[in-house]
């Protein structure tokens, strides 16, 4: 083959495509969920499990955080196995007996995920202790051994991203963890499983905002049809100014949002210049779009005009502050390092930009509809424009933001396409912010258990809270008895003696006395891992704070307590 003959031939010859990586191929399933940022914050979590108990709800949460590629992972257990760990715990068999605990747990969950890094604790070290001087003048140091502590792991360690403990739990280590919690602004998780019942409580040190929530995609969609900019509505104006004239094919493929904005104009026009705002208003509306409407033709009507009057009562909202961003514009973060976070700039440059301007940045997506693909982007291209307008006028603001200047653009752009969906967790303004744990308890179990009384007549669910109070009630003894129970509930709900579901739910716990089922353990595991994930990506949006599970009647509740 001639040189020439060989250009020509590699000239013609596509480029090699390169499909997705052996890591991609691996992770392509939750990749599509919370894609490569969510993988890389995964991947670069450090997560503390402090196992008690019967162990078994801990390891199963941890295995389903091994799995999607969590970056490392340590486990504290200072129990060795026994006879009683190998019915229950699945990771563990005959060899494992008389060895720690979190040894054979770190072994075999590593085993799931050569990717990942692991540990356990506690481990005996040497530490050299000086002595007096020798006769020479030379200080000797004798060798001591000491199991590593709580206290010290959480001392000598790299910063924890999290940490989970499982009950029944010391209770000295509760002040210890909340403590380090505080420091490292660490979030903790508790989770206790017994029997039937089992419970998690997400413990957040702060405010704990939520960008990336991922609305549905139908709640994203923000046309702007009652208030058109410029551009926008001259686009519409100029493609249905001889709307009458068109032919069939292109009367048939103006996009649903050019229709709803044409006709707007004529609405206005004949209704002193106000839109439809009230439903009847709005139906009468939806009936002159539809009338408009081509039935002549060979489909016997048109899909855009479908579309259009689909679209009216959605579409014609005027805009409002959402519930979950106005909780940000009005929550004061207290901690200076909290306040001058990158999200805290820029929710202040949105709230003055929503003063000014009455309506938040535009997110610049656009809905499928039936249209010309040409007409189509154009319409799209506007859009994006008006978004980068407003993300452009964001920036500038964060940018005179004093730590403004250290803000990632991507990050402004970010939240100006979720400013609607922002949600905030754990926050505490008024006087909830002075009320204690225990108030707030009380104030839930009163409230929850009068609610039972008229739950029962309506045959509505009743409340899950006595099963909280119960394992609460044994949250640092692995077994008690139904009457010592009772009477721990009693110190919080007065009379707890004579309310039949706490004491069948103490019935229960005793019964189970400290032990685990494994179903219960490994769907709770797996309840608080997909909890997990969403506080380590920062995406979806967590419970708060505190969800308890009956395995009787399979059913879920959350409370904020």
Known sequence: MSDEMTEIV????????????????????????????????????????????????????????????????AI?????????????????????LGKPRARCLTEMLLELNPEVQGDWYPKQEVQWSRQTPEHDGNRAYTPMVQDTTLESLLHSSSVFTAIMYTHPVRPEYIPLLESYSQQHKTPLVAIHSAGFYSSFQLILPGAFPIVDTHPDETATTDLRVLDPWPELAEFARNMTRDIDALDDHEHGHLPYLVLLLH?????????????PSTYKEKTEFRNLVQSAARTDNAEGGEENFDEAAAAV??????????????????????????????????????KEYYAEHRSLPLPGSLPDMKAKSGVYIQLQNIYKKKAREGVSEILQRVRATPGGEHVDPAEVELFCKNAAHVKLINATNGAEANSTKVDRLKKVVEQELANDEFAAESLMPLSLIPIYLVLQATAHVASASTQEIVAEVAKLVPNAEQNERLVYAAQEVARAEGGELHNIAALTGGMVAQEMIKIITKQYIPIDNTCIFDGISSRCQVFRL
């Open 313 to 350: 009562l959605k579409a014609l909202v005027p805009p409002s502050l959402p519930a979950g961003l106005r909780e940000v514009f009005e929550y004061e973060p207290q901690d200076p390092a909290e306040k001058s976070s990158g999200f805290w700039i820029i929710a202040r440059a949105i």
């Open 76 to 96: 504290y257990d200072e129990k060795e196995v026994d006879e009683s760990d190998l019915g229950v715990n699945f990771f563990l068999d005959q060899g494992s």
């Open 10 to 73: 590699m000239a013609q010859t596509p480029p090699i495509l390169h499909g997705p990586s052996e890591k991609e191929r691996k992770y392509d399933r939750q990749l599509r969920l919370w894609a490569a940022s969510g993988q890389a914050a995964l991947e670069s979590a450090n997560l503390l499990l402090v196992n008690s108990g019967a162990g078994v709800v801990g390891v199963e949460t941890l295995k389903n955080l091994v799995l999607p590629g969590i970056g490392r992972f």
């Open 263 to 275: 006709f707007l104009d004529q609405w206005k026009s004949s209704h002193e210049g106000r839109y």
